[in-house]
């Protein structure tokens, strides 16, 4: 193996992943063993295919390298092709009390493919490997699909391309969160299942959260953070940091001078488990290093790179510590190639402390594991998920001129991951989208970004995931972007925006009819909402808001006004520790029965007396409508304290209605019950009713009194 694929694999974790050379395995004896984790599966869940084959490459993210693959015909007769990926495997270890869970790396890495049948019936298939060493395949093997109650994958509805659909045509109003940040995997589960249970169905998911939270691809350094990187690395003092610039550890000062270990993820050890912590030092032969691991250890320096080998038992703890490294002696030290390892065999656990670890290409397989969770979890709850893939901060620079190197650059980095989350994660109906960055810079020129990134998935992703892009201006030209399905809009009640900030349906109304004018034939998701402060912190005033009369109400208002989701409140933490989930469960009840995608909605032309607000949407035989107390903002119950007086002998005037009969619904928006049902005869036009006593916000549903077939 070549110095720099030695590099990357220790950097991977993956030192036994690189096989023999290939001319100790001939082309002959290549034979691809698949295992199959069942025989027969229900149309649209998982099936899942394990491969057990040492591959001839360095980097098993990259399918230049090697590329696993099945491809496939379905009962119909269709061909196509399923990305494989890289699956290193990991035990969960008990944790001391309420702690977050301990994932530990075992054994060498696999690769895995899933899928998910779209028809009943027999599948066939090969699966295939193309490697350095040429292609081997797989002796072929069947499965059977069954019909299931899943119902495929979500799509922008045909007949009203505001809304989102199953392929069997039921509408999907997307009703939920952001749950942007994982860290705790058991706790932001935990979230997922309680919006679930609360009649939540959607949910926003980074998975580009750089090194506070889960990132799939993105820097992850023991050796600083993001927020205030300042890492101790140098180029190595050889040929290889001049030729190269290869980096290693620098310290440099008076004796006691140091630096500290601090990875992103604790590294988990198990207890009483022999280890080998090694690495290799230089510096000049009077300074050395010292640290303490399980007591005092001092490595003399050398001019030459020196290795070291330091074999531990561990004790009950379930941490590796995060070592001090001190000099010595007044000078200077360098230190490269930190491992950490299993005595004897295993994973690579000290990967965090590589300074070399490439930023793009390279996937971090713990985080993988975390999102497997997440996504497993969605699909028990109930939930869809909008995952964000691309870390922003780590493409921007290299999308700044169309056409340029770096450009093309960052466009194959960005595929290749695109084809990591479609064979990991496209299997699920409960992925929803793959939002590409979230806020990325709306002047930069990414339109051939997005078309080239399109382009490919064409041919990855069979099933055909919704798209989406959001920038940190809103609208902006994505919303015409012919390869994005949906709009994203973020919005946040600011003071700098002036009083309109204290009135939360005036504030999403401006909003709505400013995004309305750039929207072409999708729907608008409001992705992220909340209270900020001038500096987009969040305001104290959030706490003030204890009923969240300003997430009630934006919730209540976006149904109305024809977003193709809610608000997506940003502050999922103060959402779960204030137990604010039963918000979701009213307008999840009167949601139901609505015919989202039949293409017969409008905006409702209803006014009503007494000064009250009317918003909703209506056909000639259906109407559902919110009607809101002008006094009822938050900032005048939660800041002021002040109720509204309540109103009555108010008149609601619709027109539009079809003559005939039909049922009249009035809902509790805060119960989710139905206040009073009543028979109405719609004969003359507009339609006039009495509205019952309303003191902040009432719903209203008129329904056919014979249902519509």
């Known amino acids: 193996m070549k110095p720099c694929a030695a590099l990357l694999a220790v950097a991977l974790g993956l030192a036994t992943l690189i096989a023999t050379s290939s001319a100790e395995l001939p082309q002959a004896d290549r034979l691809l063993p698949v295992e199959l984790s069942a025989t027969s599966v229900g149309q649209f869940e998982k099936i899942e295919f394990t491969f057990r084959f040492e591959a001839q490459a360095d980097n098993p993210y990259d399918p230049l390298e090697v590329d696993f693959r099945l491809e496939l015909v379905t009962p119909s007769g269709y061909r196509h092709t399923v990305p494989a990926f890289f699956y290193q495997p990991y035990e969960r270890l008990s944790s001391p009390g309420r702690g977050p869970e301990r994932l530990y790396p075992v054994g060498r890495g696999i690769w895995k493919a899933r899928f998910a049948p779209a028809e009943v019936g027999r599948y066939s298939g090969v699966a295939l490997v193309t490697d350095r060493a040429g292609t081997a395949r797989s002796e072929e093997f069947t499965f059977e699909s069954r019909p299931s109650n899943r119902k495929g994958f979500l799509r922008v509805a045909e007949k009203d391309r505001r809304y989102l659909e199953h392929p069997d045509g039921t509408p999907f109003f997307a009703i939920g969160q952001n749950i942007a940040f994982i860290k705790d995997v058991a706790l932001q589960a935990e979230m997922i299942r309680q919006l679930g249970r609360a009649g939540g169905n959607f949910a926003r998911v980074w998975a580009c959260a750089e090194d506070w939270g889960l990132a799939i691809e993105g820097r992850k350094s023991a050796w600083g953070r993001s927020w205030d990187w ?16 290869t980096l290693c550890l620098k310290i440099s000062g008076d004796t006691g001078a140091s630096i500290t270990m601090n990875p992103c993820h604790p590294v988990v050890l198990r207890p009483n488990t022999p280890y080998t912590f090694s690495g290799a030092l230089r510096a000049p032969e009077n300074t050395g290093i010292a640290f303490d691991l399980g007591g005092p250890h001092t490595i003399s320096g050398r001019r030459q790179w020196t290795p070291f080998k330091i074999h531990f038992t561990n004790g009950p703890q379930t941490t590796f510590p995060n070592l001090t490294f001190r000099l010595s002696a007044r000078g200077t030290a360098w230190l490269r190639d930190l491992s950490l390892k299993e005595s004897g065999t295993g ?78 994660w496209g299997y ?76 939360e349906v005036a504030s999403i109304l401006a909003q709505f009819q ?33 009923e969240w009369v300003h997430l009630h109400n934006a919730l209540w208002l976006t149904l109305a006004l024809g977003y193709g989701s ?144």
């Not at 300042?230 to 610039?245: C, E, I, M, R, V």
Request: charged letters at 20%; one cysteine or more.
């Open 428 to 503: 699920s109906t409960h992925v929803a989208a793959w939002e590409y960055f979230n806020e990325m810079d709306p002047g930069l020129p990414t339109e051939r970004f997005y078309t080239d990134l399109a382009r490919y998935l064409d041919t990855m992703d069979s099933y055909r995931h919704l798209r989406v892009n959001s920038t940190w201006h809103s609208p902006s030209k994505d919303y015409t972007h012919p390869h994005l399905d949906i709009a994203n809009q973020h919005h946040y009640l600011r003071p700098p925006s002036g009083e309109i900030w204290k009135d």
């Open 230 to 245: 300042n890492p101790p690395f140098a180029l190595t003092p050889d040929g290889s940091g001049y030729h190269a610039n």
């Open 566 to 709: 809610t608000v997506c409140h940003w502050y999922w933490d103060d959402i779960h520790r204030r137990n604010a989930y039963p918000i979701y469960q009213p307008l999840a009840r009167f949601a139901v029965g609505i015919p989202f995608n039949s293409g017969r909605l409008a905006p409702t032309r209803a006014t009503a007396t007494r000064g009250l607000r009317v918003f909703g949407q209506q056909s000639t035989d259906f109407a559902y409508l919110w009607l809101w107390h002008p006094q009822a903002t938050w900032w005048k119950l939660a800041i002021e304290q002040q109720e509204p007086t309540p109103i009555t002998g108010a008149q609601l005037t619709l027109p539009g209605l079809a003559p005939g009969n039909y049922t009249l619904q009035w809902w509790d928006t805060r119960k989710g019950d139905i206040l009073k049902t009543e028979p109405l005869t719609a004969r003359a036009q507009p339609l006039t009713l009495n509205i019952p006593p309303l003191h902040r916000d009432l719903a209203l549903k008129i329904l056919p009194a014979t249902p519509r077939p």
């Open 514 to 546: 400013l995004n309305q004018q750039r929207l072409t034939n999708r729907p608008l998701f409001f992705a992220e909402f909340g209270i900020t402060d001038a500096n987009w912190q969040r305001a104290p005033e959030l706490d003030r808001d204890k």
């Open 347 to 424: 994973p690579e656990l000290l990967w965090e402390a590589d300074p070399n670890r490439p930023i793009l290409g390279v996937y971090n397989q713990l985080d993988s594991l975390m999102l497997d969770h997440i996504v497993e979890t969605a699909e028990q709850s109930g939930v869809y998920l909008q995952i964000v893939l691309f870390t922003r901060d780590h493409y921007m620079s290299h999308l700044r001129h169309a056409g340029s190197r770096p450009y093309a650059t960052a466009t194959d980095y960005a595929r290749r991951l695109a084809r990591y989350f479609v064979a990991r």
